[in-house]
């Protein structure tokens, strides 16, 4: 039995062994996202000579695929730094990791993918621990939970299987991202894909499909968010990614963006409301903006910010009422 307990113990341990090496240095999306984070430590280094208040813009893979701080800095005078990872960690470990960025006197910039919730992934957890020296894990966004524990420890099988099978059975997409010949990371931390014929028909044929609010977790984590924020002395704002989706779903993005207006954060006007159906300004997902798309979007939301640009309940309660009145 003593036998069996030491087995069981030992497998445990080297187990646990195996998954965080795997995370830390195999998990191929894991280390596209952070050479995109060193890019961006470098830029923050550069701007942080000038002491001078940030706008640190956070999110998932809609905000690295988006946001250029060259163009903000060069045209607008906005001194940004793009902190948005991979939309699959989860919103709450996608903005503990743009957290590590911010000193006091900055702005956080929370970006809003329509219809994502407000949670963190065994991904997330992964991601967060590996890449942030301060141990996210025990304070502030991430909460400490023996699940949380549980998965660093544990692991996830699929994820190596899945990534085993790729291995094996097409070797040199492992991760679409980690070629250069479809990807770049520029100096200031902005990814620019490189479409094939395949995703170029594929976006061109293709709008993302909305779905009305579903706000669950969200009050809770902009309540801590707003938290963190004050007593750091930061300043919190949102806004709406655009996405390659039809102009009806204005009515459900105003409706989202108005929940978030009624919390007491500002949120930066955009007439589109995340609907921007030119194909043109889309790289290889509905969510990803093509070169000419995030430089143009990029020069929009810095003049905005310049502006103070942000949206007003009634606004936006003029924006549903219309739908409303149209559909009845």
């Known amino acids: 039995m003593k036998k069996l307990l030491s087995c069981i113990i030992l497998s445990t341990i080297l187990a646990s062994i195996v998954n965080r090496a795997y995370e830390h240095y195999l998990r191929p999306d894991s280390l596209f996202f952070s050479n995109c984070l060193e890019a961006s430590k470098k830029w923050a280094y550069e701007l942080r000579k000038k002491d001078e208040p940030c706008y640190v813009f956070a999110g998932g893979s809609e905000v690295r695929m988006s946001i250029e701080p060259s163009i903000m800095l060069d045209k607008y005078g906005v001194r940004a730094i793009n902190a948005g ?146 007593n750091r002395g930061v300043n919190f704002i949102m806004y709406m990614s655009r996405g390659h989706s039809h102009e009806s779903y204005r009515y459900i993005h105003a409706k989202q963006t108005l929940y978030f207006t009624e919390l007491g954060i500002p949120f930066i006007k955009d007439p589109y409301l995340g609907c921007w159906e030119n194909s043109n300004k889309y790289s290889d997902t509905a969510n990803h903006l093509s070169i000419e798309g995030g430089i143009e979007y990029s020069q929009f939301l810095a003049n905005q910010l310049n502006n103070r640009q942000f949206w007003t309940k009634s606004e936006l309660q003029q924006i549903i009422a219309s739908f409303n009145k149209t559909n009845m």
């Not at 470990?93 to 957290?99: P, S």
């Not at 809003?112 to 991601?127: K, R, V």
């Not at 620019?192 to 706000?215: G, R």
Request: charged share 20%; hydrophobic share 30%; glycine share 6%.
């Open 85 to 230: 990872v991979q939309a699959g960690n989860g919103i709450r470990g996608n903005a503990q990791t743009a957290l590590s960025f911010l000193k006091k006197g900055d702005t956080l910039v929370l970006s809003y993918l329509p219809g994502s919730d407000a949670g963190i992934t065994h991904t997330g957890i992964h991601f967060c621990y590996t890449t942030d020296e301060s141990n996210t894990i025990k304070k502030e966004l991430i909460p400490y939970s023996f699940k949380n524990l549980s998965d660093l420890a544990c692991g996830s099988t699929t994820n190596y299987c899945i990534h085993l099978m790729r291995i094996l059975t097409r070797p040199h997409c492992i991760y679409r991202y980690t070629s250069a010949q479809n990807a770049s990371i520029t100096d200031s931390g902005r990814v620019e894909v490189f479409l094939n014929d395949e995703q170029n028909k594929s976006i061109i044929s293709s709008c993302k499909k909305s779905v009305e609010p579903n706000m669950d977790g969200w009050e809770n984590l902009i309540y801590e968010i707003k938290e963190i924020c004050k």
